[in-house]
Protein backbone atom coordinates (compact mmCIF):
# COMPACT_ATOMS: atom_id res chain seq x y z
CA UNK A 1 0.00 0.00 0.00
CA UNK A 2 3.11 2.28 0.90
CA UNK A 3 3.80 1.92 -2.87
CA UNK A 4 0.71 3.90 -4.18
CA UNK A 5 1.40 6.94 -1.70
CA UNK A 6 4.75 7.38 -3.77
CA UNK A 7 3.19 7.03 -7.46
CA UNK A 8 2.42 10.59 -9.52
CA UNK A 9 -1.18 11.23 -9.15
CA UNK A 10 -1.74 10.26 -12.98
CA UNK A 11 -0.42 6.84 -12.60
CA UNK A 12 -2.67 6.36 -10.11
CA UNK A 13 -6.00 7.71 -11.76
CA UNK A 14 -4.72 5.11 -14.53
CA UNK A 15 -4.50 1.79 -12.04
CA UNK A 16 -8.22 2.91 -10.77
CA UNK A 17 -9.18 3.23 -14.16
CA UNK A 18 -7.81 -0.15 -15.10
CA UNK A 19 -9.13 -1.83 -11.97
CA UNK A 20 -12.78 -0.20 -12.71
CA UNK A 21 -12.70 -1.45 -16.63
CA UNK A 22 -11.64 -4.52 -15.44
CA UNK A 23 -14.35 -5.02 -12.72
CA UNK A 24 -16.91 -3.74 -15.16
CA UNK A 25 -16.19 -6.20 -17.69
CA UNK A 26 -16.55 -9.44 -15.29
CA UNK A 27 -19.85 -7.87 -14.55
CA UNK A 28 -21.23 -8.00 -18.09
CA UNK A 29 -19.35 -11.61 -18.39
CA UNK A 30 -21.84 -12.11 -14.44
CA UNK A 31 -18.55 -12.78 -13.10
CA UNK A 32 -17.81 -12.41 -9.51
CA UNK A 33 -13.94 -13.10 -9.71
CA UNK A 34 -11.91 -10.56 -12.19
CA UNK A 35 -10.12 -12.88 -14.75
CA UNK A 36 -6.35 -11.37 -16.07
CA UNK A 37 -7.86 -11.46 -19.19
CA UNK A 38 -10.36 -8.58 -17.45
CA UNK A 39 -7.53 -6.19 -16.78
CA UNK A 40 -5.95 -6.78 -20.28
CA UNK A 41 -9.08 -5.67 -21.80
CA UNK A 42 -9.34 -2.41 -18.89
CA UNK A 43 -5.49 -2.18 -20.05
CA UNK A 44 -6.00 -1.44 -23.54
CA UNK A 45 -8.74 0.87 -23.14
CA UNK A 46 -7.24 3.22 -20.99
CA UNK A 47 -3.81 3.60 -21.43
CA UNK A 48 -2.34 1.20 -24.55
CA UNK A 49 -3.32 3.31 -28.09
CA UNK A 50 -3.55 1.10 -31.23
CA UNK A 51 -0.45 2.11 -33.10
CA UNK A 52 -2.31 3.17 -36.19
CA UNK A 53 -3.42 6.49 -34.04
CA UNK A 54 -1.25 9.22 -34.85
CA UNK A 55 -2.15 12.49 -33.42
CA UNK A 56 -0.56 14.37 -36.24
CA UNK A 57 -3.27 13.47 -38.38
CA UNK A 58 -6.00 14.38 -36.44
Known amino acids: MHI ?3 LPVL ?3 QIAAI ?3 AGMHAVRKNRYVILPKDFEKG ?7 PDTDFEFYK
Not at 43 to 49: C, G, P, Q
Open 4 to 6: LFS
Open 11 to 13: VQL
Open 19 to 21: CQE
Open 43 to 49: YRANVKK
